[in-house]
């Protein structure tokens, strides 16, 4: 067994507006700073082998504080970049039906293989389809490098919710159950074929949930 600490990067301005991402690089808040140290704080004393991030910053940030406590270089993986949601990066959700109702109202039907409206550089997106296959062969393939070992994988929601469905065996259409929270550990086996869920949403290291899942109120694959 591989054990996989799944963590969600800290805080960001966006975040906290519920401003969608996706490939935007978007730094840390100073609030998901301070989440990204008491996470790092938590872990201090549990040992790593491996330590990867997403290339985004958000992710890099808060990857870094738990390197640093544990004396350990962070290994970067775009693999483990979220989704990208094509024109819909950079506007608010409440923006979305007024802007994209058709799109929108797709995306809500949970059709594994929509994508979006093209952004400014022409990028469509990727389906959840093709966004569960990159992520979960991602972490998949360095579960394998340290077979036996425990690794943290510091990502982000989208890739902690395709990872959650892959361990229940959820179908991708089914509707979001979690709440994802930033800066929460999140506990995965791996057995050499499969994924396998120990524990969610551990944020017990946090003082406040203020804000910490853009999607609460909306809770959407």
């Known amino acids: 067994m591989t054990e996989i600490l799944l963590i ?5 301005a966006w975040n ?8 935007l690089d978007i730094p840390l808040n100073a609030e998901g700073t301070r989440q990204a140290k008491a ?5 201090e004393n549990e040992k790593l082998d491996a330590i ?9 940030q808060t990857a870094g504080e738990i390197a640093r406590l544990q004396g350990l270089s962070t290994r970067i993986d775009a693999n483990l970049r979220e989704r990208c949601f094509g ?3 950079g506007m608010l959700y409440s923006e979305l039906p007024l802007r ?18 093209p952004s400014s550089a022409n990028n469509v997106g ?16 360095h579960a394998r490098q340290f077979a036996g070992k425990k690794i943290a994988i510091v990502a982000h929601g989208g890739v902690l919710e395709c990872a959650y469905r892959a361990a229940k065996n959820l179908a991708l259409n089914a509707p979001r159950e979690i709440t994802i929270f930033n800066a929460s550990i999140n ?6 074929e499969s994924l396998s869920l120990l524990q969610w949403g551990d944020i017990s290291h946090l003082e406040t949930t203020a804000a910490l899942d853009e999607f609460n109120q909306d809770k959407v694959a």
């Open 100 to 117: 994209y109702p058709e799109a929108y109202a797709t995306w809500r039907s949970h059709d594994p293989d929509s994508q979006f409206p």
């Open 87 to 89: 024109g819909f990066e």
């Open 39 to 43: 996470l790092a704080a938590a872990l």
């Open 16 to 23: 906290a507006i519920k401003k969608l991402q996706g490939h």
């Open 52 to 60: 990867f991030s997403s290339d985004l910053q958000r992710a890099v």
């Open 8 to 12: 969600r990067h800290g805080e960001t």
């Open 126 to 141: 990727e389906s959840i389809r093709q966004f569960q296959q990159r992520t979960v062969t991602a972490i998949s393939h």
């Open 187 to 192: 506990r995965f086996h791996w057995d050499g």
